[in-house]
């Protein structure tokens, strides 16, 4: 009977480091800085026939980048792409999730009405906008 617990215990601590090892990639290297940044492209709707190849090509290009050196600090791009359908609210709804949620410092919106949607959330929250 008292065999159980010692073998629940072992189980359990298997899955922690099962799920502590699937979970926990995606660390930083030593000394390279991640910057994020925030882009809202039509992925959806009739202009997703822009958004997407841009898509694809923005991550080939952080891809082909890779890491960069600023006054002497190693950093990677680290690229948050989301759905700003082309439309106003949906530039309000994509810079919103980017920045409180994503914490992004610099951000690019594709389209005018996007863009000039999202102008007054990123100014209001020290966001450079692109």
């Not at 090892?21 to 940044?37: I, R, S, W």
């Not at 359908?85 to 919106?109: C, N």
């Amino acid at each position: 009977m008292k065999k159980w617990p010692s073998i629940a215990a072992v189980v359990v601590l298997c899955l922690g480091v099962i799920i502590g090892t699937a979970c926990g990639g995606g660390e930083e290297e030593a000394g390279v800085k991640e910057v994020k940044f925030g882009i809202g492209m039509p992925l959806s709707g009739i202009y997703s026939f822009v958004g997407i190849p841009a898509m694809h090509a923005l991550e080939l290009a952080n891809e082909k980048i890779g890491e960069f050196n600023v006054a002497g600090e190693t950093y990677r791009w680290k690229l948050l792409i989301e759905d700003n359908m082309m439309t106003g609210a949906g530039g309000v709804a994509s810079a919103t999730k980017l920045i409180f949620e994503d914490g992004v410092k610099l951000m690019y919106q594709a389209g005018t009405d996007p863009a000039g949607a999202a102008q007054t959330t990123c100014e209001e929250s020290g966001v450079l906008l692109e």
